[in-house]
């Protein structure tokens, strides 16, 4: 069965909405990543509108990125993130005045670094907050012992 822009729309929609905070933060990210990375493939090929649109598209991100910043619970570490959040939509932004793809490489670098450490972090904490599972109790020959009460 052929799939649809539809079916990958409603699995998209799910997928976000059913996303932790830290997986919809990475998705933030490899999306800013995708949308970059399409503008550098457009520059190539002197597509200039595609250039613009995709650029755009990462700033809007890299915006949602630095909206969903909570500056006073997050303080001096929020901060610091939206100086870098700043920074990043300052390099698209020029990547889209000037249409020079080192920009965009530079933009594309930080927002890998950033999207790796974030995700480093997050499966962390989704580590250290994972149930603890208990080996399985076993006789002296070796077998598990099955509760079996009911």
Known sequence: M??????YGAYKKVNVETASQGKLVVMLFNGAIQR????????????TEGVHNNLLRAQDIVAELRGALNMKAGG?????LDR????FQHLLIKANIR????????????????????????????KEEA????????????????NVQG
């Open 84 to 87: 870098i959040y700043e920074y």
């Open 131 to 146: 149930p603890v599972t208990k080996a399985p109790v076993t006789n002296q020959h070796g077998s598990a012992i099955i």
């Open 99 to 126: 249409k020079e793809a080192s920009h965009l490489d530079e933009v594309i670098g930080h927002l890998t670094t950033m999207r790796n450490t974030w995700q480093e972090v997050f499966d962390k904490l989704a």
């Open 2 to 7: 052929a799939s649809t822009a539809a079916d």
């Open 76 to 80: 001096e570490v929020a901060r610091n």
């Open 36 to 47: 970059a990375e399409e503008a550098k493939r457009q520059l190539s090929k002197g597509k």
